[in-house]
Every structure is written in structure tokens, then in C-alpha cells.
């Protein structure tokens, strides 16, 4: 396969123009800006994968921009996030943070802008993650004859299915979803799971490949600072949005069968707004309850450079979800050689090795997970074992250089398919 040279200025990459065997590639991410502090309701995973994955594909010498909606009327259009690698501002709506259930209504600015934009700079490819970002991206694709792939990063009908009545996705989630399974030329799935998931919605097996995310393994490493340990013996954390389906409210009744152990919970909102988070007020009134508020400790929302020195502070990390389509936080967990105490649900059955690695445990199930957690504690050499396990895993699985090449092969299949059915060399 021979990529064409693409019309994008030659911009960080230098010289007169792209490596001949670069791509142009535009990530199409609207609510999950890769410059976004994590945590927030938002803002998790999906702004890690954006951010992780066109670093890595730009180390592979291609040239990525990433389109996200522009949240803030301060925002440049454009910013450099790195070499290879530029935020293009999309506006599409009032320039402010909306919650992403109601961003729906601003899609067609979004993929209308996504033209515009194309007609003078089209890349090679376009990879859009998230169900509004497909429809919006698909349009626009559609009308230069770009070839689309497509991340869901969470699908509705799992989100239904777990949530039902709390389901605040818009209705036209699920046929939008099916639409963008349909209509793009691949669908890159994150985990095994992800693949039943599709066929059941009559996307076919052989149109997806699976792609897991990744973990930057020369920053969340087992070696360098760690945050200063509390009073407690032991140490629990928790990080992500703070939301009810993450599990936090399962982590804090299972504290209460964990003595001498305190757990910190990071993401929601800064730490200036703590108190006003209707989810922090639920939660700390589940531990008072349970007797453990004392030993909870709300952080908020962090810089992704922070987290590193925090998941080593841990004893044993918890991911216990109702639900989740990958789970970046287990990876980072044991790249940092922390063992990890999982629900054994959706990507996290992929990533985290029972008993290797860490533990997987029923969702929703306090007891299991303080059951699990208690086995950990109490028994160092193995957690050590399980830490040890876990970098070993991460370094042969889950590196972004790993991730990249295998999204890079995607784009290529991709694009071979195209030249062969147009009979472009």
C-alpha cells in the first residue's frame, strides 16, 4: 500500500511535505478533548486513548490531528499538543462544557465544519471515536470519499441494559450506533466483549478487528515518586469519573470490612468543588453510614501527569464497575506493578489475569471485592508476585507502540480494500 501524500500542510513533521509512506490522519473525538484534565464527568478514558494514540501514531511518522468540540470561547482553534500531533477547536454549539448527552443537536455543525475543513486539507483516513462522533465524521467522510474507521468506546445497548431507567443517552443513540457499524468501512473494538456486543446489533464479526487500548510504559512505571501514605497500614485507590456506575459506592461498603485500611477516590469535579458534587454528597453519605468516612479520602479531578506517583502510593488498585468497555485504569495500575482487584466485566476481562495479575470479581458485590482485596493485603509476597505479574503483562500486550502499529495495520487494510476496488495503485 502507498499512501497518498496528503494535502495537510507539512506543519511539525518538517520539510516539504509528509514522509512518503506517512498518513494524514484525522481522530475525530468530540466530547473527549486530549487536553483535558481527567476525572471530570466527561473526561476519562477515552481523553487518554485520543491523546495516547495520536502521540503513538505520530512516533510512527504520521501527521494526526484531532477534531474535538471547543468547550471554552478561549480556546485556540488550533494547538500544538506535540510533534506530529495538533487539537483542531471544532465550533459546534455555545463554546462551553455541555454534558455529552446533550451534544447530539450540534453534530451537524460538527461534521459540517469537518467538511468544510476537508475540502482543503483532506487527510487519508479518518478514525472516529464515540457514537456522535461517527455520525458526525460520517458525513463528512461520505462526502469527500474518505475511508472512516470507527472506535465506539461505549456502546448504548450495554449502556442500557446496565442503566435502564438512569439511561440519560439520547434515543437516537442506539439506531445512530447501528448506522455508524453499518456505514463505516471498519469498526475498531477495544475488547473480545465489544465484538458479541456488535454482532448482536448486525455488525458483523468480520467487519471488526480488535484493538486494545494502551498505557504509556515509560511514565507509569513500578519506579519513582509516590504520594505520602496516610495513617493507615493499607491503601485503597480508585480512579475515575465519578459516576454511579464506576463502583465507588461498592468500593466504600466493602471498606467497612477492611479494617485498618483507607481508600482514595480520585476524579469528579477540582477539589474546590468537591462539596457542591451531588455524587460526592451520595457517597460520603454511604461511608458515614458504614461507619468508614474517616477513612475516605475525596481527591477530585487530577492531572493525568499526577497519576502515576498516586496509583504507586496503593496497595491494591479497584476497578469495580457495573460495567466497563475497556477500563484504562487497570493497565496504568499494573504498569506501575500495583496489583488489581477488578469486576469481571467487558475489557477488564481482558486485561487483568485472575489470579496472575490481580483478582476479578462479581460487580456489585461488596463482599467479593472486600474478600478479594483482604487476600491481597494479607499477603505481601504475593502481592508483589501479582505486581511483577502485571508489568510483565502490560509491557507484552498493552504498550502504545504496540497499540499503534496494530491501528496502524487497520488503516491499512483499510486503504488497501479501497485501492484495490478502485484500482488505485
Keep these: 500500500m502507498t499512501p497518498s501524500l496528503s494535502p495537510f500542510p507539512a506543519g511539525p513533521l518538517g520539510g516539504d511535505g509528509l514522509d512518503p509512506g506517512a498518513l494524514a490522519i484525522a481522530l475525530v473525538s468530540e466530547h473527549a478533548s486530549p487536553l483535558a484534565a481527567l476525572g471530570g464527568v466527561d473526561a476519562g478514558g477515552q481523553n487518554v486513548h485520543v491523546a495516547s494514540l495520536a502521540g503513538a501514531l505520530a512516533d510512527r511518522g504520521h501527521l494526526v490531528t484531532v477534531y474535538t468540540r471547543r468547550d471554552a470561547p478561549d480556546l485556540p482553534a488550533r494547538v500544538r499538543l506535540r510533534d506530529g500531533v495538533e487539537v483542531h477547536h471544532v465550533p459546534a454549539g455555545p463554546a462551553e462544557a455541555l454534558p455529552k448527552d446533550e451534544l447530539l443537536p450540534h453534530m451537524d455543525a460538527f461534521g459540517r465544519h469537518l467538511a468544510r475543513s476537508w475540502r482543503t486539507r483532506a487527510p487519508d483516513l479518518v478514525h472516529s471515536h464515540y457514537w456522535m462522533s461517527g455520525l458526525a465524521a460520517m458525513h463528512a467522510a461520505r462526502e469527500h470519499g474518505l475511508p472512516l474507521l470507527h472506535t465506539y468506546h461505549a456502546l448504548g445497548t450495554v449502556k442500557r441494559r446496565h442503566q435502564r431507567l438512569a439511561d440519560t443517552s439520547p434515543p437516537e443513540r442506539i439506531p445512530g450506533e447501528i448506522e455508524i457499524g453499518l456505514g463505516c468501512d471498519r469498526v475498531v473494538a477495544t475488547c473480545r466483549d465489544e465484538v458479541h456486543e456488535l454482532a448482536r446489533m448486525g455488525v458483523p464479526p468480520h467487519k471488526v478487528t480488535v484493538v486494545p487500548c494502551g498505557v504509556d510504559t515509560e511514565r507509569f512505571t513500578p519506579k519513582g515518586p509516590a504520594v505520602p501514605r496516610g495513617p493507615y497500614p493499607y491503601r485503597l485507590l480508585q480512579l475515575g469519573r465519578l459516576v454511579p456506575r464506576k463502583g465507588a459506592a461498592v468500593t466504600v461498603a466493602a471498606l467497612a470490612r477492611l479494617p485498618e485500611t483507607e481508600l482514595v477516590v480520585i476524579g469528579g469535579p477540582p477539589a474546590d468543588r468537591l462539596d457542591d458534587d451531588p455524587e460526592v454528597r451520595r457517597l460520603r453519605g454511604i461511608a458515614r453510614d458504614a461507619g468508614v468516612a474517616d477513612r475516605v479520602r475525596f481527591v477530585g479531578a487530577v492531572s493525568s501527569q499526577d497519576v502515576p506517583a498516586l496509583l504507586r502510593s496503593a496497595d491494591v488498585v479497584v476497578c469495580p464497575a457495573d460495567y466497563e468497555p475497556f477500563g484504562i485504569v487497570p493497565l496504568e ?47 505481601p509476597a504475593g502481592r508483589a508476585a501479582c505486581g511483577a505479574a502485571g508489568r510483565r503483562r502490560v509491557l507484552s500486550r498493552f504498550s502504545w507502540g504496540q497499540v499503534a502499529a496494530a491501528t496502524e495495520a487497520a488503516y491499512c487494510a483499510v486503504l488497501d480494500t479501497e485501492s484495490a476496488a478502485t484500482g488505485a495503485g
Excluded at 345 to 351: A, P
Design 333 to 379: 495500575a499494573m504498569a506501575c506493578g500495583v496489583p488489581v482487584v477488578a469486576s469481571a466485566v467487558g475489557g477488564q476481562l481482558d486485561t487483568v489475569a485472575d489470579p496472575a495479575t490481580g483478582r476479578l470479581v462479581p460487580p456489585r458485590d461488596p463482599e467479593a471485592l472486600a474478600r478479594a482485596v483482604a487476600g491481597l493485603l494479607a499477603d
